[in-house]
């Protein structure tokens, strides 16, 4: 049986934590940002955490 192949899309959009949790960058934050207030923009700037749900897929694609 061959390797599996990471996922390269997914490679360079989620990172992991310490603790095994998928980090995400929060949609928003591209383009159209004159509307948008400071705070959100701020909000947005943090990173998310993946649901659980789509977080065993993730790390499947990432070969984990």
């Known amino acids: ?9 997914v490679l360079s959009r989620f990172k992991l934590t310490g603790r095994g949790k998928l980090l995400r960058r929060r949609p928003g934050k591209r383009h159209i940002l004159s509307k948008k207030s400071s705070h959100r923009k701020r909000v947005l700037s943090h990173p998310g955490i993946v649901d659980v749900s789509l977080e065993k897929t993730y790390k499947r694609m990432l070969g984990m």
Do not use: A, D, F, R
């Open 1 to 9: 049986m061959p390797k599996m192949k990471t996922n390269k899309s």
